[in-house]
């Protein structure tokens, strides 16, 4: 039982560099979202996702993008990393009739460093 | 604008002891959901309990308790007897299920750790 699988769970840039985030999910969940975690912060919705070809913004969408063509995998992508966006990173993922009910799914995170 | 406030951030507590993390949360909306995750340190979160705002009983799960009361807008987790394995940082949600509005409005989270 994967659930949701994150990758990397670690990863460190350096400052104007590009990378993705993955995100599986084999759960035919059609929501799946990013969140961050910092700090005194809780967590904060970045993008979201209701299915295939379909995606919004959260909160905090700024410096991220995010693609979803298939049902199983939502990618985060930083075009140009900064330290602002040093955090743990969160996918989550649920049936779409419960996306606003809760039970979220939650990967193990990804905790990102720019440096 | 939907807000949840959890003003405790650390805890500390004796193994055996009973403890209580409030979250107070704000909506204009009369139809919300309430929840509480749980992170412990291995780092994912682990969904507890999900409360609509027309239901407002209290629920009980072996040691874990909630208490929802709309007239403080609380939404109290307690743990009675704690263990060791309760450690971990514990989060209170908000959702108001408006159509288009796919989002979890967490709190910051309270760190409790139980002593042994």
């Known amino acids: 039982n994967a659930g949701v699988t994150q990758t990397p769970k670690f990863q460190v840039l350096k400052t104007g560099q590009s990378m993705t985030l993955q995100c599986a999910q084999d759960m035919n969940h059609e929501y799946m979202s990013w969140y961050r975690q910092d700090p005194g912060m809780g967590l904060r919705l970045i993008h979201y996702s209701v299915g295939a070809g379909i995606t919004d913004q959260g909160e905090v969408p700024n410096g991220y993008n995010v693609s979803r063509s298939t049902t199983e995998d939502f990618p985060l992508r930083l075009l140009s990393a900064a330290p602002s966006q040093t955090s743990v990173y969160f996918c989550a993922s649920s049936p779409v009739f419960s996306a606003n009910t809760g039970e979220l799914f939650f990967g193990e995170g990804s905790r990102l460093t720019v440096l | 604008a939907q807000k949840v406030t959890q003003a405790q951030t650390e805890i500390s507590v004796v193994e055996k002891e009973d403890v209580t993390l409030d979250c107070v949360y704000e909506t204009r909306d009369t139809t919300y959901y309430l929840f509480w995750y749980k992170q412990p340190p291995s780092g994912e979160l682990v969904f507890l309990i999900r409360r609509n705002s027309f239901d407002e009983q209290n629920e009980i799960s072996g040691r874990y308790s909630w208490n929802f009361q709309k007239s403080t807008s609380s939404f109290n987790f307690t743990i009675t007897a704690s263990q060791v394995v309760d450690s971990a940082v514990y989060f209170c949600?908000?959702?108001?299920?408006?159509?288009?509005?796919?989002?979890?409005?967490f709190g910051t989270g309270t760190r409790l750790t139980i002593i042994p």
């Open positions: 949600a908000l959702s108001e299920p408006h159509f288009g509005n796919e989002k979890l409005t």
